[in-house]
C-alpha cells in the first residue's frame, strides 16, 4: 500500500526557511509526480509545486522565486524548502502523489510567528 | 483557472439526493476532481476527469459535467458523508475550488 507521511518542525520564524520531508513508502518516487499541496486556515488549499519521476519541478508561479523540491532517491523522500517565510504561509502542508493527487500524507500543521 | 464552488455550506438529511457545484473561470475540458475531506483526516480523491470513480469509493458519489460547469452528486447521503469536498482543475495549472461544508440536518 502506498504511503505517506510528512515531518517537520511545527514553528518557524519569519524571514526564515521552512523545510519538510515527505517519506513514502510501498512505491518508488522514480515513478510518477510527487507534489506539496498546503491548506491555508479558514479552508483555502493551494498546490505548490511537485517533482516528476525523473526529478524535474514545477511550481506555482506565485511561488516560483521562494520555492525548492528535491528528493533522495535512496531513501524515497522528497522535499520541500519554502524561503522568506511569512505570517501568511501558516497552513497544513501535506504531500500527495500524482498530479491527480490519489494518495496523501496526513498533513503537518506549520505556524509561522515570532 | 479560478474555481467557484457553491453552496460554501449545505445542510441536508440522511437520504437526501446532494449535489455540489464548481465553475470555472474558463474551459476545463473535463480535467476536474473531486476531494472529500473529513475533520483531521487527509483528502481523499473521489472522482477524477469529471466522471471516474476512484477505486473503492461508494457509488453513491457520481459526477458530471463539461465547460465551465462541473457537478458531485451524491445519490443518497449517509452520515459518514459529513465533509469538506473540494473541486480541482488539472486542464491550464493546478488549481482548487474553495471547498463546500456538507452536515446533516
Known amino acids: 500500500e502506498v504511503q505517506l507521511q510528512e515531518s517537520g518542525p511545527g514553528l518557524v520564524k519569519p524571514s526564515q526557511s521552512l523545510s519538510l520531508t515527505c517519506s513514502v513508502t510501498?512505491?518508488?518516487?522514480?515513478?510518477?509526480?510527487w507534489g506539496w499541496i498546503r491548506k491555508f486556515p479558514g479552508n483555502k488549499m493551494e498546490w505548490m509545486g511537485y517533482?516528476?519521476?525523473?526529478?524535474?519541478?514545477s511550481y506555482n508561479p506565485s511561488l516560483k522565486s521562494r520555492i525548492s523540491i528535491t528528493r533522495d532517491t535512496s531513501k524515497n523522500q522528497f522535499f520541500l524548502q519554502l524561503n522568506s517565510v511569512t505570517t501568511e504561509d501558516t497552513a497544513t502542508y501535506y504531500c500527495?502523489?500524482?498530479?491527480?493527487?490519489?494518495?496523501w500524507g496526513q498533513g503537518v500543521m506549520v505556524t509561522v510567528s515570532s | 483557472i479560478q474555481l467557484t464552488q457553491s453552496p460554501s455550506l449545505l445542510s441536508a438529511s440522511v437520504g437526501d439526493r446532494v449535489t455540489l457545484s464548481c465553475k470555472g473561470s474558463?474551459?476545463?475540458?473535463?480535467?476536474l476532481a473531486w476531494y472529500q475531506q473529513k475533520l483531521g483526516e487527509a483528502p481523499k480523491l473521489l472522482i477524477y476527469?469529471?466522471?471516474s470513480l476512484q477505486t473503492g469509493i461508494p457509488s453513491r458519489f457520481s459526477g458530471s459535467g463539461s465547460g465551465t460547469d462541473y457537478t458531485l452528486t451524491i445519490s443518497s447521503l449517509q452520515p459518514e458523508d459529513v465533509a469538506t469536498y473540494f473541486c480541482?482543475?488539472?486542464?491550464?495549472?493546478?488549481?482548487f475550488g474553495s471547498g463546500t461544508k456538507l452536515e446533516i440536518k
Open positions: 500527495a502523489r500524482g498530479r491527480g493527487f490519489d494518495y
Open positions: 510501498g512505491y518508488s518516487i522514480t515513478s510518477n509526480y
Open positions: 517533482i516528476s519521476y525523473s526529478g524535474s519541478t
Open positions: 474558463q474551459n476545463i475540458n473535463n480535467y
Open positions: 476527469n469529471t466522471n
Open positions: 480541482y482543475q488539472y486542464n491550464n495549472g493546478l488549481t
